[in-house]
Structure formats: structure tokens, C-alpha cells
């Protein structure tokens, strides 16, 4: 069984259904990112409920929450081997290594298609300004999987929002599937 953050919903699903992943899987909003104090619960009820089936499960997420760890341990679940999403995709080593070059915010189709959202939400909850977050950022890359098309307006829009300018990396799920099947 998978809990997993809804940023990587479509990557699961088409491994799911082009590469043989055999998974249930629970999907989490994906803003959840920006609440901890709702990450926290919506995890806990996630993995109360897999518990309660008797389900041995996997978490993917990364340190998404200051609490991840004791989150695990009092629900009984492992988490995949990876930081961020991004890394799961890629690697910490390849992320590190674009990062040397100039310090970038990075993106997935994921990402892409839900940051108004995670914005917006942490706008409401916090009056957070997440325009000041991208003041020592360079570069945005794009990861593209290939799996889910990327909305060029939506790319556009965050490249206004941030001021920064974008590049495109073209990565599989290699990566991603050996994280999400390794014991």
C-alpha cells in the first residue's frame, strides 16, 4: 500500500498502468505542503486507515513535515529513500549537481499544475508572500517526465510570478520506479 502526496498522482498511476507497478495507493492534496499542521493530520488519518486494514505500508513523501520521522514510526510506515519529490525523481546527487551551476528552483509537471494552488493556500493560511522565496534563486528547471503534458501558460505564468527565467530537462521514471519498489 502507498500513501502518497497527489504531486506525484499522475507518475504513479502510469506506472501503475504502463509499467507493472502493483500498488493501492491513497493520494494526498498536494497543498498540503504549505500546512503542516493539515499534512500532519490528513498522513495520521491516511496511515490510521492502512493500519486498521492491516496493510503494510510505504510513504511517499519526503521531509515534507518537521515530524515526518515520529509521523512514521506512530503509524507503522516506511518512507521512500528521497528528500523532496524532486529527488525522488532524479536523485539528491543530480539535483546537487544542477544546483552547482546556478541555484535553482526546480519543477515537475506536479508542481506545474498545483502551485497556484499550494501558493493560495498558503496565502490564506499564513498571509505568506512566497514571491520573497525566489530572491536568491537563478534559474527555474522543468523536469519533464513525458507522462503528463506541461502547460506552457501555467510554465509561463510562474516564470512571471518568480522573474526567473526557465529551462527544461527531459528525465524518465527510472529513478522514481526503483525508489517506490525498493524494500
Known amino acids: 500500500m502507498l500513501v502518497s502526496c497527489g504531486i ?4 504513479i498511476e ?22 503542516f499542521d493539515k499534512l500532519k493530520s490528513r498522513l495520521t488519518e491516511a496511515l490510521g486507515k492502512c493500519r486498521q486494514a492491516g496493510r503494510e505500508v510505504k510513504v511517499v513523501y519526503g521531509h ?15 518512507r521512500i529513500m528521497a528528500g523532496n519529490c524532486l529527488e525522488a525523481f532524479v536523485g539528491a546527487e543530480e539535483i546537487a549537481r544542477l544546483d552547482k551551476e546556478a541555484k535553482t528552483f526546480f519543477l515537475t509537471s506536479g508542481w506545474v499544475n498545483n ?10 493560511d499564513f498571509s ?4 520573497e522565496m525566489f530572491k536568491s534563486y537563478k534559474r527555474i528547471i522543468v523536469f519533464d517526465i513525458g507522462v ?24 524518465t521514471l527510472d ?5 517506490l519498489t525498493a524494500s
Open 8 to 11: 506525484f498522482r499522475e507518475e
Open 14 to 35: 502510469f506506472l501503475v498502468r504502463q509499467k507493472g507497478l502493483s500498488a493501492d495507493v491513497i493520494f494526498l492534496d498536494a497543498a498540503l505542503h504549505v500546512n
Open 64 to 78: 515534507c513535515h518537521p515530524e515526518m520521522i515520529e509521523i512514521l514510526e506512530l503509524g507503522g510506515a516506511k
Open 115 to 124: 502551485w497556484e494552488a499550494m501558493f493560495k493556500m498558503g496565502e490564506e
Open 128 to 131: 505568506f508572500d512566497f514571491r
Open 148 to 171: 503528463v503534458p506541461i502547460d506552457e501558460e501555467k510554465v509561463g505564468l510562474f516564470s512571471e510570478f518568480t522573474r526567473l527565467p526557465v529551462q527544461r530537462r527531459s528525465i
Open 175 to 179: 529513478h522514481f520506479l526503483r525508489i
